[in-house]
């Protein structure tokens, strides 16, 4: 039976439940680490590389904090990440604002915190003129259309609300230019957890190609490409993760042929990958509380969907070890379900795991990102904590979990006394 292998022993593990109640999410703050300088390694060879990390996949000050560290940047795309990017001390161009459907509120404090701007849509450059004014850097997201395959996670690009037409990508920037703006970069974001790192190079020659064509018709320098995410992590065992290597070798050559041939250089090179920086390196510990034998086996946990919603929403894989049954023979099938009033609300289908019985350890594997950020309300359940493996082997609190007084913090229970039915 293929395996994961976790950060803490069986009896790590116990000792931190025995403090911090089921279920929870904890993140390993040393693998995240190497794997952050092992990204802005490999990329060594473009002058002013930058990784935004994608405040999205885990939105906690603590995790942010630690990637700062490591020299990231913050890609955001709503107000209150524009906030947590402020409350750590992320502000100017460490900051990418990626959003659509924008309120003028979210270009303001975007604009306010120096934040290079990237613009979804035509329209949105009046708008945010109009609203926030214009800023001397602006960039604008492409969408391929057909050009470009995208995935189940993501949609295909000409079915998505993102970005601009590559007629439209001409004539923003041709508007942008007649306003005054003088600084500029490109963005796009085709794809979502994806394997293939030819992928990613293909990308990046899309882009390098737009980039020379642009120029030389429009007569304007671009900066910088942020070629976005979208490299994904080996959910399942047999996976084999991206080779990074790959990828930064391929878009080497790109960017000699392309950029340097053409007389673009020097292009700075951005990335805002979120899954593969902390994916891997977060998990989501829960107990058995129930087993049921009806028409099927289901080992219910204390976890559900508001803890971990990638299974039910995209029917995704996410390994389950079970410490100290690793050993034993994997021979008993399982639907892992939660406790929500929703028939999907279900971590594995006919999963082989070995017998499970209650107060089993069940450790939920690569929430590190779109785990926590995804948790929700729903049945009135409450999120749970986040916890943070030091490298020291410490574990500290990064976010408490939620009590009943936070989930009624928004209801006027007195107004009910004044309330007529």
């Given at each position: 039976?293929?395996?994961?292998?976790?950060?803490?022993?069986?009896?790590?593990?116990?000792?931190?439940?025995?403090?911090?109640?089921?279920?929870?999410?904890?993140?390993?703050?040393?693998?995240?680490?190497?794997?952050?300088?092992?990204?802005?390694?490999?990329?060594?060879?473009?002058?002013?590389?930058?990784?935004?990390?994608?405040?999205?996949?885990?939105?906690?000050?603590?995790?942010?904090?630690?990637?700062?560290?490591?020299?990231?940047?913050?890609?955001?795309?709503?107000?209150?990440?524009?906030?947590?990017?402020?409350?750590?001390?992320?502000?100017?161009?460490?900051?990418?604002?990626?959003?659509?459907?924008?309120?003028?509120?979210?270009?303001?404090?975007?604009?306010?915190?120096?934040?290079?701007?990237?613009?979804?849509?035509?329209?949105?450059?009046?708008?945010?003129?109009?609203?926030?004014?214009?800023?001397?850097?602006?960039?604008?997201?492409?969408?391929?259309?057909?050009?470009?395959?995208?995935?189940?996670?993501?949609?295909?690009?000409?079915?998505?609300?993102?970005?601009?037409?590559?007629?439209?990508?001409?004539?923003?920037?041709?508007?942008?230019?007649?306003?005054?703006?003088?600084?500029?970069?490109?963005?796009?974001?085709?794809?979502?957890?994806?394997?293939?790192?030819?992928?990613?190079?293909?990308?990046?020659?899309?882009?390098?190609?737009?980039?020379?064509?642009?120029?030389?018709?429009?007569?304007?320098?671009?900066?910088?490409?942020?070629?976005?995410?979208?490299?994904?992590?080996?959910?399942?065992?047999?996976?084999?993760?991206?080779?990074?290597?790959?990828?930064?070798?391929?878009?080497?050559?790109?960017?000699?042929?392309?950029?340097?041939?053409?007389?673009?250089?020097?292009?700075?090179?951005?990335?805002?990958?979120?899954?593969?920086?902390?994916?891997?390196?977060?998990?989501?510990?829960?107990?058995?509380?129930?087993?049921?034998?009806?028409?099927?086996?289901?080992?219910?946990?204390?976890?559900?969907?508001?803890?971990?919603?990638?299974?039910?929403?995209?029917?995704?894989?996410?390994?389950?070890?079970?410490?100290?049954?690793?050993?034993?023979?994997?021979?008993?099938?399982?639907?892992?379900?939660?406790?929500l009033c929703e028939n999907n609300d279900k971590f594995a289908i006919d999963r082989k795991l070995p017998e499970l019985e209650p107060e089993?350890?069940i450790v939920i594997h690569d929430t590190g990102a779109h785990g926590h950020a995804m948790g929700f309300n729903y049945n009135g359940k409450?999120?749970?904590?986040?916890?943070?493996?030091?490298?020291?082997?410490?574990?500290?609190?990064?976010?408490?979990?939620?009590?009943?007084?936070?989930?009624?913090?928004?209801?006027?229970?007195?107004?009910?006394?004044?309330?007529?039915?």
């Open positions: 039976m293929a395996s994961k292998i976790l950060p803490f022993s069986g009896e790590q593990l116990k000792q931190i439940i025995k403090r911090y109640p089921t279920p929870f999410h904890i993140y390993c703050e040393k693998q995240m680490r190497e794997n952050a300088r092992r990204l802005i390694n490999v990329f060594s060879w473009a002058n002013g590389f930058k990784e935004y990390f994608a405040v999205k996949a885990t939105p906690n000050p603590y995790i942010m904090k630690i990637l700062h560290a490591e020299g990231f940047g913050a890609d955001c795309s709503s107000l209150t990440e524009l906030l947590l990017a402020e409350k750590v001390q992320i502000r100017g161009e460490n900051i990418m604002f990626s959003s659509n459907d924008t309120p003028a509120e979210e270009f303001q404090l975007a604009k306010k915190l120096g934040a290079i701007i990237n613009v979804d849509d035509i329209s949105h450059l009046a708008y945010l003129e109009k609203y926030a004014g214009l800023p001397e850097l602006i960039c604008f997201r492409y969408n391929p259309g057909n050009v470009k395959r995208g995935n189940a996670i993501i949609g295909e690009p000409e079915e998505a609300k993102y970005g601009l037409t590559k007629e439209q990508m001409f004539e923003a920037y041709t508007v942008a230019r007649e306003k005054g703006i003088r600084r500029f970069g490109m963005h796009t974001m085709v794809i979502s957890n994806e394997l293939n790192p030819h992928y990613f190079i293909d990308t990046a020659e899309m882009l390098f190609n737009l980039v020379v064509e642009i120029s030389q018709k429009l007569d304007i320098t671009f900066e910088f490409v942020n070629l976005g995410g979208g490299i994904g992590i080996p959910y399942k065992p047999e996976d084999s993760p991206v080779d990074l290597n790959t990828i930064s070798e391929g878009i080497k050559e790109k960017y000699d042929t392309i950029i340097r041939v053409n007389n673009c250089h020097p292009l700075k090179l951005y990335l805002e990958c979120g899954r593969m920086i902390t994916g891997p390196y977060g998990y989501l510990v829960s107990k058995v509380l129930h087993i049921k034998h009806t028409y099927k086996k289901f080992a219910g946990l204390d976890a559900c969907m508001v803890n971990l919603m990638r299974p039910a929403l995209y029917g995704a894989y996410h390994h389950i070890t079970v410490p100290g049954k690793e050993e034993k023979d994997h021979n008993h099938l399982y639907d892992v379900t939660g406790s089993d350890i409450l999120r749970s904590a986040e916890l943070l493996l030091r490298e020291n082997g410490e574990v500290f609190e990064i976010r408490r979990r939620e009590t009943t007084d936070d989930y009624f913090i928004t209801l006027d229970f007195n107004g009910l006394e004044s309330f007529r039915t």
